[in-house]
């Protein structure tokens, strides 16, 4: 059913859902057999669904209210998401610049690389990185530097 709300964009209410066996049966649906759902759509695109159920029995009009505080949770959802991205986009812009400020400030290489590195873990959220750098004589790649790593082994690999 709930495929339905949100492929259907409509909402759905069932005041005898303890007999409705393509609902989700679960202990203590007894004490809601009134169910219903309203999607949660915000610019024409769903994004899930609300359910609510009680005792007693749902009105036509308690529907409506749903879709309505369906609609103004759809928003908020979204919004709250959009500040998400933006606030990560803004995290990664400003790494970038810092990257940017180590390697026109300094002739370090070693610590370029650390900056970069620093940089690189923190915004994709992984544990370790490294630089291997091409050694053009022996066609190998060479560690230059690493950040994270729990052992040297990654300083003595050839590739």
Known sequence: MNGQVVSGGRPYRN????????????EGSNKCPCVAAAPLAVQGQI?????????RPLAASALHQLTAIGEMAA???HRATMHEKME????RLA??????????SSMNLPLTLNILLGHVTSQLEVDAAAVLLLNPQ????????????????IERSLV
Not at 15 to 25: E, K, R
Not at 47 to 55: D, H, M, P
Not at 88 to 91: A, E, H, P
Not at 138 to 153: D, I, K, P, V
């Open 95 to 104: 790494a970038l610049h810092a990257v940017d400020a180590a390697i026109s």
């Open 47 to 55: 994004i899930g669904s609300l359910w609510v159920g009680r005792a």
């Open 15 to 26: 005041n005898d859902a303890q007999n409705a066996s393509y609902l989700f049966p679960h």
């Open 75 to 77: 928003n908020a959802i």
């Open 138 to 153: 022996r066609q190998t790649l060479e560690f230059s530097a690493g950040h994270g790593f729990h052992s040297t082994a």
């Open 88 to 91: 990560r986009q803004l995290r």
